[in-house]
């Protein structure tokens, strides 16, 4: 037995109003005058006085607005590495990424393509990519995907909707400021915060499951429990549990897998590109069978929130859409290991999926 020896965030600042440190944090870590830091910020902050005044640029800093209507592709990261290479003379001091998962995902894939050689489609995968990154930062400006402490970035492929997985995908520094969360819908409050309780969920029941993951995926759902199901929270504390579930969530999947949900989710975002969160709890909804309990719970939280989720978006699709979608999910193979088991191949059949999507 060989056990799986992980990369962690290096470094983590938390506390309300932390992101006022980030000059101070990156200062020691610039390279030299033509030695950029590149900072991406979801776009929804363009022309918010209150977050882009406190990124100081100095030298040839410069800020790129990403839109987050869509999730991240590897032509999209080829395309930023192209235009930095291209723009700047010497390779950037670091990368830092303020935003959501897209966010943070484009900031962890950009700064891991600046040092290796071809396409990022090459490196979707497990443990492809060959060079250290240059430095790279993630501010979450939203709780709950956990792609601030994961070691993947999830893109879109031509073929395929799959990480890159590799030891030097972790960020180098991750600032922990909840304030950051003040301005974020509530539908996208519930739908990112739900993808954490899915982790929780799909760790805790996975076969992958061990004592590290656990201790993690617990606290992570009591956290949840608290801020989806309580009455008495105030709103910094649910804002500061968030941000802290999403960090042990994450953790949790860190040293299991997810599970069923995601496996189905990445077939939707593949084929009808329908974004993560929002993704997980169109099937999660429907996943029973697969997490009773958890499925019960979440139906409280949506039922409390009023949430209404999208129906019918697979109504209309012809039979080769369902098959691509079915073929994305299954390519997913440690995910059904985790949820099912090692002979997953001989349980789950194409005609359950078909099903499940149908439902959706
Ligand atoms: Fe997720």
């Excluded at 990445?266 to 958890?294: M, Q, S, T």
Aim: proline letters at 4%; a negative charge.
């Amino acid at each position: 037995m060989t056990y799986k020896n992980y990369p962690m965030v290096s470094r983590v600042v938390f506390g309300r109003g932390s992101f006022n440190q980030l000059d101070e944090i990156l200062a020691p870590n610039r390279k030299g005058r033509n030695a950029p830091f590149i900072f991406f910020v979801d776009d929804v902050f363009k022309g918010n006085h209150w977050l882009t005044s406190r990124i100081r640029l100095s030298y040839k800093d410069k800020i790129i607005f990403i839109p987050t209507l869509e999730e991240p592709k590897t032509s999209q990261i080829d395309k930023l590495v192209e235009d930095i290479i291209l723009e700047f003379s010497e390779l950037p001091s670091g990368i830092i990424g303020i935003g959501g998962g897209t966010v943070m995902d484009i900031a962890k894939a950009v700064a891991l393509m600046l040092t290796n050689k071809g396409e990022s489609k090459d490196y979707q995968g497990w443990d492809l990519i060959k060079q250290p990154a240059i430095y790279h930062v993630g501010v979450p400006t939203i709780s709950g995907t956990g792609a601030e402490v994961s070691r993947t970035t999830i893109l879109t492929g031509p073929e395929r909707k799959l990480g890159i997985n590799s030891d030097f995908t972790p960020f180098d520094q991750v600032i922990l400021d909840p304030e950051l969360t003040k301005d974020v819908p509530k539908n996208q409050w519930f739908f990112t915060g739900m993808d954490c309780y899915v982790h929780c969920v799909e760790s805790l029941n996975g076969t992958y499951l061990n004592t590290f993951s656990q201790s993690y995926g617990e606290k992570a759902l009591q956290l949840c429990n608290e801020i989806f199901l309580e009455n008495n929270l105030s709103t910094e504390e649910s804002q500061d549990k968030l941000m802290m579930a999403s960090w042990h969530g994450g953790m949790s999947i860190a040293y299991s897998q997810v599970g069923v949900a995601h496996a189905l989710s990445y077939g939707l975002g593949y084929l009808l590109g329908v974004k993560h969160g929002i993704g997980n709890c169109i099937v999660f909804d429907h996943l029973e069978k697969y997490y009773p309990e958890g499925v019960a719970v979440f139906k409280e939280m949506k039922a409390k929130h009023d949430i209404e989720l999208p129906k019918g978006i697979c109504a209309d699709l012809e039979d080769y859409q369902f098959e691509t979608m079915i073929d994305v999910a299954l390519s997913l193979e440690p995910l059904w290991e985790n949820a099912i088991g090692k002979n997953w191949k001989t349980i789950i059949t194409r005609q359950e999926l078909l099903e499940l999507y149908k439902k959706m």
